[in-house]
T-cell receptor, first 116, second 114 residues
Framework: DAMVIQNPRYQVTQFGKPVTLSCSQTLNHNVMYWYQQKSSQAPKLLFHYYDKDFNNEADTPDNFQSRRPNTSFCFLDIRSPGLGDAAMYLC???????????????FGPGTRLTVT | AQSVAQPEDQVNVAEGNPLTVKCTYSVSGNPYLFWYVQYPNRGLQFLLKYITGDNLVKGSYGFEAEFNKSQTSFHLKKPSALVSDSALYFCAVRDGNYGQNFVFGPGTRLSVLP
């Protein structure tokens, strides 16, 4: 089945130690998103890629970076995790929303990050 | 700017009773509206969407939603709730005229009591 895969599902890192979360998709979607979700709140968009075009949200801290080496993969790098970065990180994909039709997002299962 | 409101943090309903989870939105252009469900420690799962046409949209697991343009609402409904429907529900909107981004509401926790 076509899907969005996130690894690992649970990640524990130390304060200040860089960590990378990964996302892959078999849907061949142009757009990939990274969200941060805390305590059953609404997902907060960090950034998205339209193909290789990176779009950062204005309030996303510089501590968060992303890479998309190809259509299928996207990575979230947290350069120096703080205690406040502990959260669920969700990857999502969608078709190019400029095309006709309202396309929904497809979400991965998320990676729960714990910072000790 | 786009925005979504879900006025109820929590909705409790008895199993077998109808349920409604409310959503209102604000966009400058044509609204594309979505409902997602999230179970504990899982990603969001798409339920249904409104693009255009019939105001009553049917989706997965027996859910439906009614688009009301004059009230700028898109309430989620189900005729007979199941205990397994207990989860966190998010309404989302995208302005059909702009960008690739979706705006999510704050979420409503639905508890279906046996």
């Amino acid at each position: 089945d076509a899907m969005v895969i996130q690894n690992p599902r649970y990640q524990v890192t130390q304060f200040g130690k860089p960590v990378t979360l990964s996302c892959s998709q078999t849907l061949n979607h142009n757009v990939m998103y990274w969200y941060q979700q805390k305590s059953s709140q609404a997902p907060k968009l960090l950034f998205h890629y339209y193909d290789k075009d990176f779009n950062n949200e204005a309030d996303t801290p510089d501590n968060f970076q992303s890479r998309r080496p190809n259509t299928s993969f996207c990575f979230l790098d947290i350069r120096s995790p703080g205690l406040g970065d502990a959260a669920m990180y969700l990857c999502a994909t969608s078709r190019d929303l400029r095309l006709a039709g309202a396309y929904e997002q497809y979400f991965g299962p998320g990676t729960r990050l714990t910072v000790t | 700017a786009q925005s979504v409101a879900q006025p109820e943090d929590q909705v409790n309903v008895a199993e077998g009773n109808p349920l409604t989870v409310k959503c209102t939105y604000s966009v400058s252009g044509n609204p594309y509206l979505f409902w997602y469900v999230q179970y504990p420690n899982r990603g969001l799962q798409f339920l249904l969407k409104y693009i255009t046409g019939d105001n009553l949209v049917k989706g997965s697991y027996g859910f439906e939603a009614e688009f009301n343009k004059s009230q700028t609402s898109f309430h989620l409904k189900k005729p007979s709730a199941l205990v397994s429907d207990s989860a966190l529900y998010f309404c989302a909107v995208r302005d059909g005229n702009y960008g690739q981004n979706f705006v999510f509401g704050p979420g409503t926790r639905l508890s279906v009591l046996p």
